[in-house]
C-alpha cells in the first residue's frame, strides 16, 4: 500500500528565518514554526494551551520569498510533508534523528492591525498571499508580473544532505 505523506500547519515564526544557499545555487530557508493547540480540560473546567515548535524547510523560491518578507512573530501556513532526518553525533557518535517538515506551499497570514510581525510593521509582507489556493498544485510559474505565488517551483527536489549549507 502506499503511503500518504501531508501537513498542514498554521502557526508564528519563532525566529528570523536563516536564508543559505548550496554550492550549486539553490536557496534554502529554515524557520521554526510555533503552532498553539487550546483545549478544556474536562475535569477542571479550565482552559489549557500546548505550543509545538516545529522546524520547516523551504528551498528555491519559496525559501528566497520567505527569507525576504518574514520575521519572528508573523504568522504563516504552511502545507509540506514529514521528512526525518538521521546523522551520527561527532562527539558521541550516537545516532540522532529529528522529525521535520519540507514545505511544498505556503501563504502569508495577515498579522492584523496589532502590529504583529517581530519588527513592528505590520504589513512587511506583499499585498497578495503568496498562494491564493494553498491546498492545490497552482499552475506552472508565469513571468514575475503574475505576482508572488509560493508555488512557483511545485517540482522542486530538494538538493542532497551534502549540498545544505547548515
Request: proline fraction near 7%; aromatic fraction near 8%; hydrophobic fraction near 35%.
Amino acid at each position: 500500500m502506499r503511503g500518504y505523506n501531508k501537513v498542514i500547519l498554521m502557526g508564528n515564526l519563532t525566529r528570523d528565518p536563516e536564508l543559505r544557499y548550496t554550492p550549486k545555487g539553490t536557496a534554502v530557508a529554515k524557520i521554526g514554526l510555533a503552532v498553539n493547540r487550546t483545549w478544556r480540560d474536562a475535569e477542571t473546567n479550565e482552559m489549557k494551551e500546548e505550543v509545538t515548535f516545529v522546524d520547516v524547510s523551504a528551498f528555491g523560491r519559496q525559501a528566497e520569498t520567505i527569507g525576504q518578507y518574514l520575521r519572528k512573530g508573523r504568522p504563516l501556513m504552511v502545507e509540506g510533508r514529514l521528512k526525518l532526518d538521521t546523522w551520527e553525533d561527532k562527539n558521541t557518535h550516537e545516532k540522532k534523528s529529528k522529525l521535520g517538515v519540507v514545505l511544498e506551499s505556503f501563504q502569508f497570514l495577515d498579522s492584523g492591525s496589532r502590529g504583529e510581525g517581530g519588527d513592528g510593521e505590520g504589513g512587511a509582507a506583499p499585498a497578495r498571499s503568496a498562494a491564493s489556493a494553498p491546498f492545490r498544485r497552482a499552475a506552472p510559474a508565469q513571468p514575475a508580473a503574475q505576482g508572488f505565488s509560493s508555488n512557483a517551483e511545485p517540482d522542486v527536489i530538494p538538493p542532497e544532505d551534502d549540498d545544505v549549507p547548515f
